[in-house]
């Protein structure tokens, strides 16, 4: 490909030259033709001498920026190929790898590379997971397959959901903390979806929340706390809807439910929906974001009053 990209270059370069001087002699006959006009007349017709001087003066301009712009032209043009360096070139060709890898490629040239090398991509995704096979049809015939990973918008579209959910449960009975769960989800080679390489404690927090039983929730928040009738703390209630506790939390700051805070040293939230309520909130929750100039229907965003929040 080299190689002849140099031919190119020499081609083009021996046109453009005969192209110059072509431009050259047309500049250097007027301005020699001017020069004879000039000197044909007779000396008594002034006017016409000083006209035909005048053209002539001209003419050798024109002359001479012509012959500036053309070693201009000579100075700028690509040296041409040395027979060692030609020889070179056909060395390195036999090694792709060498080239690809060498310093001096650039990602341009890797780009052309590519598409001597390579007749056509197909890339299937299996289902809606992360995981995508790449076939790659090789110039030659040759076929090669591949896996790669790509960013999902959610946990259950993780092929390994499943085995990361019971890492997850399993961990928290042995009584790990979210941290400790998170270094070892990111030692076992679990990834999170969306753009991110690793685990952290806010996320095991965010899957337990989603993931625990309802009833195990319930049963550890009644043995500190008594709740009132149709009463949630904020994690099961975000349990139940199927939905991130720290949307549920900024809803509460919206005042789109019901809620009490706990005065107690973690400070914990309690909401308050009854079947009526936790139907709104499903809905409010599958109603895509409203915008400012379409927000959200006022229905479900107002939630229903109670007389009494606190016992």
Known sequence: MSLKAADDIDQER????RHWKQNLERVQFDAERAARQYHAVEPENRLVARELERQWEEALVKQRQAEEEYARFEHEQPSRLSEVEKQTIVDLSRDIPSIWNAETTTSKERQVILRHLVDGV???VQGETEIVDITIHWAGGFVSQHTQARPVARYEQLQDYDQLVAKILELHELGRTNRQIAEALN???FRPPKRRDTYNA???RQLLARSLPRETNLK?????????????FLADL?????MPSVTLHRW??????????????RGRWVLWADDDEVDRLRQLRATKQGWPDRPYPESLTTPKRRLVLNR
């Open 202 to 204: 806010a996320m095991v």
């Open 14 to 17: 021996a046109r453009l030259h």
């Open 187 to 189: 030692d076992d080679g």
């Open 122 to 124: 197909r890339v299937d």
């Open 238 to 242: 975000a349990h139940e809807l199927q």
């Open 252 to 265: 509460i700051q919206r005042e789109w439910v019901e809620s009490r805070k706990l005065d107690d040293k």
């Open 220 to 232: 550890q928040s009644a043995e500190r706390h008594q709740l009132n009738p149709n009463e949630w």
